[in-house]
């Protein structure tokens, strides 16, 4: 593989990982948020329900924009060790 076209994929992954970060950031805030308002333990309706469902959901986001951040790092990895191989060839 040509090395400028490593450099150009690594340096896209980086952006691409910049990215997800900023949204499990956001993500995380939000739905931490929303957990802290949705707490009521002496009434139970239907907005509560729905908070608690959305609470639900943002973690379950949560959790699979960090796995696509971590499968990003392995992405930048291999391409490392790629251009490692390149240059010492």
Do not use: H
């Amino acid at each position: 593989m040509d090395k400028e076209l490593i450099y150009k994929k690594i340096d896209n992954l980086f952006e691409l990982r910049k990215i997800l970060w900023t949204v499990v950031v956001v993500l995380t805030g939000g739905t931490i948020g929303l957990f802290f308002n949705a707490i009521s333990p002496f009434k139970l309706d239907i907005v509560l329900v729905i908070k608690f469902f959305a609470v639900s959901v943002g973690f379950f986001l949560d959790y699979i924009f960090v796995s696509a951040v971590l499968d990003n790092n392995k992405r930048i990895s291999n391409l490392f060790n790629k251009l490692e191989k390149e240059f010492n060839q």
